[in-house]
Nanobody
Framework: QVQLVESGGGLVQPGGSLRLSCAASRSIFSIYSMGWYRQAPGKQRELVAA???????NYSDSVKGRFYISRDNAKNIMYLQMNSLKPEDTAVYYCNANRGHPIRLEYWGQGTQVTVSS
């Protein structure tokens, strides 16, 4: 079992920055790919950024150049640095961990609210 706990959300003005954190209950980054998803009211959950076990990263077009995903393997923490925030970034942000081998497993955090408003 893996427990994921997000933190760092809140209310910020357009153009501001926030850093989200996702703490894992044990060392998993060597075998789990990690990602940040978000879900706005009335919309489907979408992938924001992902980082693989090989440390390659992927970003949605809407956040490229503004958001940065990283992880600290020693501390079992993944981060999402969010800069130049826009009102359309408002959503609940979720931490995800998944692996395909040897057993398919997936875990989700409880989510943290990010609201961008003037």
């Amino acid at each position: 079992q893996v427990q994921l706990v997000e933190s760092g959300g809140g209310l910020v003005q357009p153009g501001g920055s926030l850093r989200l954190s996702c703490a894992a209950s044990r060392s998993i980054f060597s075998i789990y790919s990690m990602g940040w998803y978000r879900q706005a009211p009335g919309k489907q959950r979408e992938l924001v950024a992902a980082i693989t076990t090989g440390s390659s990263t992927n970003y949605s077009d809407s956040v490229k150049g503004r958001f940065y995903i990283s992880r600290d393997n020693a501390k079992n923490i993944m981060y999402l640095q969010m800069n130049s925030l826009k009102p359309e970034d408002t959503a609940v942000y979720y931490c995800n961990a998944n692996r395909g081998h040897p057993i398919r497993l997936e875990y989700w955090g409880q989510g943290t609210q990010v609201t961008v408003s003037s």
